[in-house]
């Protein structure tokens, strides 16, 4: 059974990330784990019905409706949320469980704070799994 790690934040919903897992449901058997790390909401978009001050309340809610998603799928799906350091978080993920693959969400260059951090390439080099990097807009 293939185990996926989905790590995103304001990418979740997304078009491009919801073709990434469309496409890993229809390869065959395989679980989702979504991990959204907590980041400070001073960069974000804050859902409906949010407070901006509160980063885990967001991330929370991030977390609840893709996970709704991916259960209307048919996947089988569970997560967390994380540290609000991206690779902290992906660490201490791994670290709990064994994966196959990570997909790795981000907004567009000159959006995205992980790609000013060069956390795609971090996370290639730091951890012996393919990653599969997915720019997306907002959708949350």
């Given at each position: 059974?293939?185990?996926?790690?989905?790590?995103?934040?304001?990418?979740?919903?997304?078009?491009?990330l919801?073709?990434?897992?469309?496409?890993?449901?229809?390869?065959g058997?395989c679980?989702?784990?979504?991990?959204?790390?907590a980041?400070?909401?001073?960069?974000?978009?804050?859902?409906?019905?949010?407070?901006?001050?509160?980063?885990?309340?967001?991330?929370?809610?991030?977390?609840a409706?893709?996970?709704?998603?991916?259960?209307e799928?048919g996947?089988?799906?569970?997560?967390?949320?994380?540290?609000?350091?991206?690779?902290?978080?992906?660490?201490e993920?791994?670290?709990?469980?064994?994966?196959?693959?990570i997909?790795?969400?981000?907004?567009p260059?000159?959006?995205?704070r992980w790609?000013?951090q060069?956390?795609?390439?971090?996370?290639?080099?730091k951890?012996?799994?393919?990653?599969t990097?997915?720019v997306?807009?907002?959708?949350t």
């Amino acid at each position: 059974m293939r185990r996926v790690l989905i790590v995103a934040n304001q990418t979740l919903g997304g078009p491009e990330l919801q073709r990434e897992i469309a496409e890993r449901i229809e390869a065959g058997p395989c679980e989702f784990w979504v991990l959204v790390p907590a980041t400070p909401i001073t960069d974000q978009i804050v859902p409906q019905g949010l407070e901006p001050q509160d980063g885990t309340a967001v991330a929370e809610r991030r977390l609840a409706l893709e996970l709704e998603r991916l259960r209307e799928l048919g996947a089988t799906a569970a997560g967390e949320i994380g540290d609000p350091d991206p690779l902290e978080a992906i660490h201490e993920t791994l670290a709990a469980g064994e994966f196959t693959e990570i997909v790795l969400a981000t907004l567009p260059q000159g959006m995205s704070r992980w790609l000013r951090q060069d956390l795609v390439h971090r996370v290639e080099r730091k951890f012996p799994l393919p990653v599969t990097h997915v720019v997306s807009g907002t959708k949350t």
